[in-house]
């Protein structure tokens, strides 16, 4: 956000104070823009499927369309990764693809601000995902659960290492998870915002930085479809990857 | 954090006289020695808690929105045309199996009818033929009767010629011997001589 | 050398780090692709699983851009 004469690519992930609610526990709760963002992503996920699907029409139109489509894409991404037992997880991961896929797209609109850009949001995400994971684990298989962290067919010598290494695998899996969305938005958003701020540089020293600024600019508009593919591309990562873990909850033991 | 001064911040140097031209402009800003964590909103760990607050607040909302509201609706919508297609093909099947019913019940019909047709063109062929036989049979009774009749009175004008011949033979010998010898011939010689001739 | 020195060129040096998760999910995709040219037909079927492995990729490569940043932000 070019103000003035200044580019701070990390300006855009500032949280702005709304409305203070005080400091209940020495703890500060502020009403933010990141919070504003969030409702507004749920209430534009809510308002867009329900208006959509108005008509409930035998044939679809272009909005119903894009509401089945997103249904059965999600869907058949749960069912090929975790089955049809997985479909009781649908509304969950439904919840989280869309939440995450739209976060992208809306941070994507210029002066939007981008809620999983912040480490904190994409760290619930995925503790949401893995407390799932192993809660259910726990109450569906009980103590065979831990069978998840037993690879079998292994040599009596060797397991003690291979159950450290799952043991690790799987305590990485919600940093990885959440590190992953948080950095591919933080790192297209300071790219983007960059190669703009050279833009504005190149333009404020004359004529001849008019002609060179086109290069950047070229590069602003390729950044851009990129980062709209992996806005698109990290929300289903993330849907995939929470299925495939809820999977390991469902048929624990290899 | 008012005026936002990241460590990263680039800086356009407006052509201000006293930065050197040489540096084109552009200098990176030093991050502030202060700098902790704080500088960086996504590892300001004070915006931490308002902001799982808020996310905890609007993901639960998100949540039982879509699972009560929105998806089962979509599913409901899912469910309809996948019955009315499913509908539509049994009813498409059921409609094809009853033209193929027909179908087989025309061509049974068809054949039926021309096995009729031929029996009935066997029959009639069979009556008609029995019938003239019939006529037949009993024209040549009829004809043998007629025959046989005939024959009968062939046989009887026959007999009766032979007897009217004998008649005549034996009066014309006794008129011819009367005549030869002029003496009438007695009638019981007459007849044996005559009788004689016929045999021999 | 300074202390705010050694701290940039520790975080440049990480970002390594990103260029060989590049490398990574290069082989993944390029491996895809070749096997999908021989065999289209089964493409389709593996195309979650190259994400997959191509998100694994990407995300050990994060966690060096996340070195840099902490080395930037938080050190």
Known sequence: MASGSVIDPIHQFQIIKIVELGQPGGIELAFTNSAAFMFGIVALVFFF???ATRGRTLVPGRLQSMAELSYEFVASTVRGSAGNEGMKFFPLVFSLFIFVLTANMVGMIPYAFTVTSHLIVTAALALVVILTVIIYGFVRHGTHFLHLFVPSGVPAFLLPFMVVIEVI???SRPISLSLRLFANMLAGHIAMKVFAGFIVMMTASGVVGWFGAVLPLAMVVALTALEFLVAALQAYVFAVLTCIYLNDALHPGH | MS??????????AQASPGTLPAASGVEIAVPAAEAHGSNFPPFDVHTFPSQLLWLVIAFAALY???SRV????????LEERHDRIADDIEEAGKLKAESEAAAEAYETALASARAKAHGIATETRDTLAAEAETRRKSLEADLNVKLAAAEVQIAATKTAAMANVRGIAVEAAGTIVNTLIGATPAPGAVEEAV????KG | MEAEAAKFLGAGLATLGMGLAAIGVGTIFGNFLSGALRNPSAADGQFARAFIGAALAEGLGIFSL???LVLLFVV
């Not at chain 2, 089962?72 to 919508?77: D, H």
């Not at chain 2, 009788?195 to 016929?198: E, S, V």
């Open chain 2, 195 to 198: 009788d004689t001739a016929i």
């Open chain 2, 70 to 77: 929105a998806l089962p609706r979509i599913a409901t919508i």
């Open chain 3, 66 to 68: 996340v070195v840099a």
């Open chain 1, 49 to 51: 499927l329900t208006f």
């Open chain 2, 64 to 66: 039982l929105l879509m």
């Open chain 2, 3 to 12: 005026e936002p001064h990241g460590p990263a911040a680039i800086i356009v």
């Open chain 1, 169 to 171: 695998s799987f305590l």
